[in-house]
């Protein structure tokens, strides 16, 4: 099954970031949304089917409402390509108050 999903990692604090709001978008439109749970993850993929359509996506995870005052980030928007149209692409994020990275998890 081809998906994408994501989840969110607090490293300031050494843990699942819950709360946080996250919209894929394709073409410049919504195509879905979900919010992290406890364990810092959607419930559900955000996109899954037999297959995706390549293309350039964008995952925004709205960091403002979870960071509060220690935030130094607006909206952190991840650009990547789906090249493969029956792959599985996991996108974690890995935030702070100060700073953030990502990958192609499995």
Known sequence: MARISTHVLDIAKGRPAAGIAVDLRSGGAVIASAVTNADGRTDKP?????????????????????????????????????????????????????????????
């Open 46 to 106: 955000l996109l899954a089917g037999d297959r995706i359509g390549p293309g350039l996506y964008e995952l925004v995870f709205h960091a403002p409402a979870y960071l509060g005052e220690a935030g130094f980030y607006e909206d952190i928007t991840v650009r990547f390509r789906v090249t493969d149209p029956e792959g599985s692409y996991h996108i974690p994020l890995l935030l702070s108050g100060y700073g953030y990275t990502t990958y192609r998890g499995s």
